[in-house]
């Protein structure tokens, strides 16, 4: 039988909890929800609520299946809340929010990777957060990613923008700024300048165009998941690949630091150790007070 679990109230039936999501290092299902409840949902619930999400499913771990989805899966409990999200295919379209542990926790039992917009349900397509999401192309890897956002920080703070780090979980990196309320397609015309710019300051690292045929040895600088309809990948989830690696907030210090790509690769397990040592390292970023303007607005 599925057991049944009582989080904050609500009954959850938890499934497969012996079941192995991460081959390689032997994870369960059941340690990953543990890693979900016990270690990350303090510090991650904040950068989930009240941003619509998008799922990365994989529910047979990371060599299954895996299909993306924004609609609010079948069967999804009345108490999990949703946010309207019109697109032009579905005006009527809806995706889930997760407000709470238990709505957390709900998500995680279907084996998914969480991905936010930029922007909070109550204002749809007005961003808060800007995010540049750096992109390595063999035979450039995270190192070449620092490398990049070290040039990024300065640049952003010279127009009184301050910036933080996280590992994308994957071979990448990504750098958030907190913002002052601004609409998304200014943010991307300004975040692509400076992917422009970048391009031009670093020329043997950087490029701002997509072209694959661009990327070989350099670091693609993503500036277009700025865009309304886009999303990233959410602080502190676990990413569908061979081991469960985690969208993991990076000092500045580890930045300057990393000297190869085992550097920045951190695990579920890794986590406690980190929150404890460093705390959300992204707090800022729901700090107002820390919210910047972009030049002109």
Known sequence: M?????????????????KVLYPATGTTKGEVLHYYAATAAGAMLPHLRDRPLSFLRYPDG?????????????????WVRTAPVPRSDDPDARQVLAQDLPSLMWA?????????????QDSPAVADRMVFDLDPGPPA???????????????????GLS???????????????PLEPTPSEEVTAYARTLAVQAQGALPELAVYRMTRALRPGKV?????QNAAAKTTAAPYTL????????????????IEACGAPDDLVFLAGDMAARLERHGDLLGPLNDPGQAGALPGC
């Not at 990371?62 to 009345?78: H, Q, S, Y």
């Not at 910036?163 to 700024?177: M, N, R």
Request: aromatic fraction near 8%; proline fraction near 8%; glycine fraction near 6%.
């Open 2 to 18: 599925t057991p049944i679990t009582e989080v904050e109230g609500r009954r959850l039936a938890l499934s497969n909890l012996d």
């Open 62 to 78: 990371p060599e299954g299946l895996r299909f993306f989805t924004k609609n609010p899966p079948p069967g999804t409990p009345d």
């Open 108 to 120: 995680a039992n279907l084996v998914v990777e969480f991905h936010t917009h930029q922007w909070r």
């Open 141 to 159: 890897g995270v190192v070449e990613c620092c490398a990049v956002a070290l040039w990024l920080r300065e640049r952003l703070a010279e127009d």
């Open 163 to 177: 910036s933080y780090g996280k590992t994308s979980g994957s071979k990448g990196l990504h750098l958030l700024v």
């Open 220 to 224: 693609f600088v993503d500036f277009s």
């Open 239 to 254: 990413r569908a690949r061979s081991s469960p690696t985690v969208s993991a907030p990076v000092t500045w210090e580890e």
